[in-house]
């Protein structure tokens, strides 16, 4: 994909940093000579988001690769939450002598920082006769591809996930039901659950995903040339609205995620996020059985964060955070990581490992068929985040009037669209 001149995004506010990531240096592997071997010490830093056990985690990985790498030294500063970091990514991309060796970050955070050559190309490393990543083809493809832009590649995959269908197992067998695969076995069969069970059938937790894969599914990719009062947009819209007009489709609505209803007995499946097993297992408890399945159509969204590294790292902390992400990605702690977390490893060996399969987890029986669908995000260009934000407001405004018409409703949308993409 190619991207075009924009103007830098609008500082969210002045942040003092304080963070010392060693030399400047804004070359790129393409134009100096990639370091080999560390040969003395060497500290990099480390932006992320991750909390609570997904922190102690992340921080037992990180003390096992400083231990095999006595030279380097991974400092981890959290940033609290996901629109933290955001924000400080965006605001001392003004500063770069301020910028962290290296960050976690969703692939359309980076456009600027893409754009102003502000990130390493990471492709000469994994090719490096020396110290490439000679497993980086084990990386499931729907996630590598998200940061392999115009013949570069910018991330590496940390914690990925997709959507699956979490399911009343218990119910479904009382009621002699099949676990449905495409949008149309989804809707008759929540159809089904409400005839028979006086309760809600099902719903989608993320509505912005409904949305963009609900037309990815049908042939339609969400970019700045989508006509959002198309025939599939609309088809998109009017096939939840119709659902919650003859009450077996809901939103999350005040509950902000569906895992509760669905623990309470009060929904028979959902679509949600397979990093949610935790919140599910807990919720449910011994009430029944739960199920899981994967995505019930063609094409799922991949979600999560890439790491990157920042071109004003010297050179010997460029390699030093390259040895770091190809230890994360390693199948062994891609393991760890998905065991630990619920989030999918990034390797297919790892995903289709013994000790993977056999962890407890419910989501690892599904994932070899949820991970071989194709697995996509948006586009990464400017505006395009904005607009899929934009398409949840839409979403919940249409589905909270069943009286909604839902083409006047659109043309807003589009309208609304003709101002982010400007």
Known sequence: MKFKKFASLALAAV??????????????ASSEEIVTEI???????????????????LQKLTDKFMEENKNITVTLQNQSSYPELQQKITATTASPKDLPTLT???PHWMINAM??????????????ETIGDKNYEDILEGFRTASEID????GMPFNKSTEVIWYNKTLFEELGLKVPTTFEEFAEVSKTITEKKGIVGAGFDSLNNFYTTYLKNKGVDFNKDTDVTGKESVEAANYYLEGIKEGYFRIAGTDMYLSGPFANETLGMYVGSNAGESFVKQGVGDKFEVGVAAYPAES???QGTDLYVFNNASAEQKT?????????????????????????PATKSAIESDEYKNSGSLVASVLKEATSKNLFINEVAAGVDSAYNESKVVMEDILSDVKSDVKSKLEAYKNTLTGIYE
Do not use: R
């Open 115 to 128: 754009q102003d050559d502000l990130l390493v190309d990471l492709k000469p490393y994994i090719e490096n």
């Open 151 to 154: 013949g570069k590649i910018y």
């Open 15 to 28: 942040l003092t940093t304080g963070l010392m990531t060693g030399c400047g240096n804004s070359k790129d």
């Open 104 to 106: 976690q970050a969703y």
């Open 300 to 302: 799922a969204m991949q």
């Open 39 to 57: 040969k003395e010490p060497v500290e990099i830093t480390f932006w992320h988001a991750m909390n609570g056990d997904l922190e102690k985690t």
């Open 320 to 344: 030093a955070a390259f040895e770091y992400l190809k230890f994360l990605s390693a199948t062994e702690n891609q393991i760890t990581w998905g065991i630990e977390t619920g989030y999918i």
